[in-house]
RNA sequence: CGGGGCGUGGCUCAGCCUGGUAGAGCGCCUGGUUCGGGACCAGGAGGCCGGUGGUUCGAAUCCACUCGCCCCGACCA
């Protein structure tokens, strides 16, 4: 195409809402503008570009025999009530009502209208399995959207959802998806990491994250380079730091003492000249509205995504001062698992075998020396703790990193929540009705962009992988008023075009440091400047990510930048 | 929802404290000179200063309310 006859509107400074690098350059070069919170239009380039990840991602999906269909993204209320997620989703559900004021939403996910469409039609295990997909717009009321195309309230996803009669063919089903999504984010051009993920709202057993590490990302991840070891930071274990101290020897009994005004781990252990490793952190928390007491040791902080799934509660919370108050008889900052008998106990592994430890005495100011777990409190144990920086792997006890990271894609395998839920039964080779198992699997194709963007970029702009950029090669004659340069450029956009090439044909009428400039700032991967050494026959091949410039032969120039986009 | 910040031509921002006829740079339009990393000269267009109400002879400026956007937290299949 034609610049000159683009809209590609890029701006010299960065919009002053923009903060992280994606946002700031997809507002700069021209590919979106925002429209209202969380909401953005994508424009010509932008169009283009995402084009070109759904179509990789349409091909490595029917790759694995997935089949593409469109489903609405207006829904009906019934069949959201139906699984029970008319409740769940609360605020984050966009709801409106029609004109008869039946109540409907818009689509977060479509695992409702897949699974409506499964037990209207399937019926027999020979239909078996099925792997069906679509690429959609997707609506969530996010309580806060942020930056730029991160996180939105309107936004394209790749939703793929599975029907398998077992678990041995949902295994299966799961694995094909694995392998598409790494070819997909390969063929993108991303660096991005496999990590094994807590399921969530989502429901289901297994489950993994495909993540690109950027400050701009919402999650951290915990990633073991040596042994492979990579998890949400949600979900991953880790082998502590060993107390900074040895417990004390013996068979001690608690014996209280005055802390006045020691609250913190950090008060008590200059006060007792003991290192938080050697306390116990009591942490009051309401699962589902049930108090839990949580134990962790001095120094670790708790997971409440364990805790949840420990106490099998949807939600848990810290508990509100006069909740800890009524139930302990003492104020947060003085409180410990001893004497504790109405309300569950769970204490992480860390605190399993120490002995003769610190801990709140319920009763304010005070704090017992000598506690033992399993002795002077009962508790069950659980991995409760967060991964801190210096944790080792469990088993080969590599350093651990922790990572920032955005997901790009997740695929769970579900279970039989929404078919059981939704009536989805087939009979099989017995003639015996059975409930399908299902698996579901997510793109953000947004996301794609974004991450490639932090990924490769640079001050002058974005360096997109060829295979995503809008075009894939820019011809820039430096000076489009000279009939030579510009008939030369000409050519040798046609022939590109010719050969397959996606090209753009910079033939404004602007001077050279402008339409580098531009060329830089929107991503296009090489560049052909048609100068001075045209008169040599030669033109120069400019690589966008590295800066680096050689002398191409103008008759070899197609075919070289066909070569290097493989 | 709690905390903070910001709303002034398309973009970046000044002006506000101390009220008195709305500014700069970039961008845009016209003409000319230029042409290898965001040129130069000359001329020009473009703003109900987010909105509403109040105070005042007079409000971008002071006060109240409100809307919007951004950031932190809470939340997040």
């Given at each position: 195409?034609?610049?000159?006859?683009?809209?590609?509107?890029?701006?010299?400074?960065?919009?002053?809402?923009?903060?992280?690098?994606?946002?700031?350059?997809?507002?700069?070069?021209?590919?979106?503008?925002?429209?209202?919170?969380?909401?953005?239009?994508?424009?010509?380039?932008?169009?283009?570009?995402?084009?070109?990840?759904?179509?990789?991602?349409?091909?490595?999906?029917?790759?694995?025999?997935?089949?593409?269909?469109?489903?609405?993204?207006?829904?009906?209320?019934?069949?959201?009530?139906?699984?029970?997620?008319?409740?769940?989703?609360?605020?984050?559900?966009?709801?409106?009502k029609d004109r008869f004021?039946?109540?409907?939403?818009?689509?977060?996910?479509?695992?409702?209208?897949?699974?409506?469409?499964?037990?209207?039609?399937?019926?027999?295990?020979?239909?078996?399995?099925?792997i069906w997909y679509q690429?959609?717009?997707?609506?969530?009321?996010?309580?806060?959207?942020?930056?730029?195309?991160?996180?939105?309230?309107?936004?394209?996803?790749?939703?793929?959802?599975?029907?398998?009669?077992?678990?041995?063919?949902?295994?299966?089903?799961?694995?094909?998806?694995?392998?598409?999504?790494?070819?997909?984010?390969?063929?993108?051009?991303?660096?991005?990491?496999?990590?094994?993920?807590?399921?969530?709202?989502?429901?289901?057993?297994?489950?993994?994250?495909?993540?690109?590490?950027?400050?701009?990302?919402?999650?951290?991840?915990?990633?073991?380079?040596?042994?492979?070891?990579?998890?949400?930071?949600?979900?991953?274990?880790?082998?502590?730091?060993?107390?900074?101290?040895?417990?004390?020897?013996?068979?001690?009994?608690?014996?209280?003492?005055?802390?006045?005004?020691?609250?913190?781990?950090?008060?008590?252990?200059?006060?007792?000249?003991?290192?938080?490793?050697?306390?116990?952190?009591?942490?009051?928390?309401?699962?589902?509205?049930?108090?839990?007491?949580?134990?962790?040791?001095?120094?670790?902080?708790?997971?409440?995504?364990?805790?949840?799934?420990?106490?099998?509660?949807?939600?848990?919370?810290?508990?509100?001062?006069?909740?800890?108050?009524?139930?302990?008889?003492?104020?947060?900052?003085?409180?410990?698992?001893?004497?504790?008998?109405?309300?569950?106990?769970?204490?992480?592994?860390?605190?399993?075998?120490?002995?003769?430890?610190?801990?709140?005495?319920?009763?304010?100011?005070?704090?017992?020396?000598?506690?033992?777990?399993?002795?002077?409190?009962?508790?069950?144990?659980?991995?409760?703790?967060?991964?801190?920086?210096?944790?080792?792997?469990?088993?080969?006890?590599?350093?651990?990193?922790?990572?920032?990271?955005?997901?790009?894609?997740?695929?769970?395998?579900?279970?039989?929540?929404?078919?059981?839920?939704?009536?989805?039964?087939?009979?099989?080779?017995?003639?015996?009705?059975?409930?399908?198992?299902?698996?579901?699997?997510?793109?953000?194709?947004?996301?794609?962009?974004?991450?490639?963007?932090?990924?490769?970029?640079?001050?002058?702009?974005?360096?997109?992988?060829?295979?995503?950029?809008?075009?894939?090669?820019?011809?820039?004659?430096?000076?489009?008023?000279?009939?030579?340069?510009?008939?030369?450029?000409?050519?040798?956009?046609?022939?590109?075009?010719?050969?397959?090439?996606?090209?753009?044909?910079?033939?404004r009428d602007e001077r050279?440091?402008?339409?580098?400039?531009?060329?830089?700032?929107?991503?296009?991967?090489?560049?052909?400047?048609?100068?001075?050494?045209?008169?040599?026959?030669?033109?120069?091949?400019?690589?966008?990510?590295?800066?680096?410039?050689?002398?191409?032969?103008?008759?070899?120039?197609?075919?070289?930048?066909?070569?290097?986009?493989?």
């Amino acid at each position: 195409m034609r610049w000159s006859k683009l809209f590609i509107p890029t701006l010299r400074e960065a919009p002053s809402e923009a903060e992280v690098p994606s946002h700031q350059l997809l507002l700069r070069a021209g590919y979106v503008r925002q429209l209202s919170a969380g909401i953005y239009s994508y424009l010509f380039l932008a169009q283009r570009s995402l084009n070109k990840i759904m179509n990789i991602v349409r091909r490595e999906m029917d790759a694995i025999g997935a089949q593409e269909m469109y489903l609405p993204a207006l829904n009906p209320a019934e069949i959201w009530q139906e699984s029970g997620r008319w409740q769940v989703m609360g605020d984050n559900m966009f709801r409106l009502k029609d004109r008869f004021q039946r109540d409907m939403c818009l689509g977060m996910t479509h695992e409702e209208v897949m699974t409506s469409i499964a037990r209207g039609e399937l019926r027999s295990y020979k239909q078996l399995p099925q792997i069906w997909y679509q690429i959609q717009t997707k609506f969530r009321d996010e309580p806060r959207p942020k930056s730029g195309l991160l996180r939105v309230r309107q936004f394209l996803m790749k939703d793929s959802y599975t029907f398998d009669m077992d678990a041995a063919g949902l295994d299966v089903a799961y694995q094909k998806h694995y392998e598409a999504y790494c070819r997909i984010f390969d063929r993108c051009g991303l660096k991005y990491t496999v990590v094994e993920a807590h399921s969530g709202a989502m429901g289901g057993s297994q489950s993994h994250e495909f993540m690109v590490a950027s400050d701009a990302g919402e999650d951290l991840i915990v990633v073991g380079e040596k042994s492979g070891y990579a998890a949400n930071l949600e979900k991953a274990v880790s082998r502590p730091v060993p107390p900074a101290l040895p417990d004390p020897e013996g068979d001690l009994a608690p014996e209280e003492f005055h802390t006045p005004g020691r609250k913190t781990i950090e008060e008590v252990a200059a006060f007792t000249s003991l290192p938080a490793t050697s306390q116990i952190k009591s942490l009051v928390m309401v699962a589902d509205g049930k108090p839990v007491l949580a134990l962790l040791r001095g120094d670790h902080q708790l997971s409440e995504t364990k805790l949840a799934s420990v106490t099998g509660a949807a939600e848990a919370r810290p508990a509100h001062p006069a909740e800890m108050r009524d139930w302990m008889g003492a104020d947060a900052g003085s409180l410990g698992p001893v004497g504790i008998t109405k309300m569950r106990v769970v204490a992480d592994l860390a605190l399993e075998g120490r002995r003769n430890m610190i801990c709140g005495a319920n009763k304010d100011d005070y704090h017992l020396r000598h506690v033992t777990p399993g002795e002077d409190f009962q508790a069950e144990f659980h991995d409760l703790r967060q991964v801190a920086p210096g944790d080792t792997e469990a088993n080969t006890g590599e350093a651990l990193k922790i990572v920032k990271s955005m997901e790009i894609g997740h695929i769970f395998k579900l279970g039989y929540k929404y078919s059981q839920s939704m009536g989805l039964r087939v009979t099989d080779e017995h003639g015996k009705e059975v409930t399908p198992i299902m698996g579901s699997y997510g793109i953000g194709i947004e996301r794609i962009l974004c991450g490639a963007i932090e990924l490769f970029h640079d001050a002058d702009g974005m360096m997109l992988p060829s295979s995503i950029a809008p075009f894939q090669v820019v011809i820039t004659p430096v000076n489009s008023k000279d009939a030579a340069l510009r008939e030369a450029s000409e050519a040798l956009y046609k022939e590109c075009l010719a050969m397959g090439v996606d090209a753009l044909l910079d033939d404004r009428d602007e001077r050279p440091g402008v339409k580098f400039k531009d060329s830089d700032l929107i991503g296009i991967p090489f560049r052909l400047t048609m100068g001075k050494k045209l008169g040599q026959g030669l033109v120069e091949l400019y690589v966008r990510n590295g800066k680096q410039v050689t002398d191409v032969p103008v008759a070899e120039a197609a075919a070289k930048i066909k070569q290097m986009i493989g």
